[in-house]
């Protein structure tokens, strides 16, 4: 029984850093694009590939930076 609370105990903390990470990833973006003088998401859909590498980029390090200040 132990074994079990200690199981959901690790599932509520994982769940709770997934949502936290999630919604400081959106708010990171958010603030990305504000402060960029293009839209992204249009040159995106453009099919701009170098627009798409630099988002990609920009989530992966606000992903990065998140992730360690979570944990």
């Not at 694009?33 to 170098?50: D, F, M, R, S, Y």
């Amino acid at each position: 029984m132990q074994i079990l609370n200690e199981y959901l105990i690790t599932f509520g903390w994982a769940f709770t850093g997934a949502i936290s990470m999630a919604v400081a990833l959106g708010i990171g973006l958010k603030l990305y694009n504000w402060l960029t003088p293009i839209n992204e998401w249009e040159e995106i859909k453009k099919g701009n590939i170098g627009v798409a590498i630099i988002v990609a980029s920009v989530v992966l390090s606000f992903g990065f930076v998140i992730g360690l200040t979570i944990n």
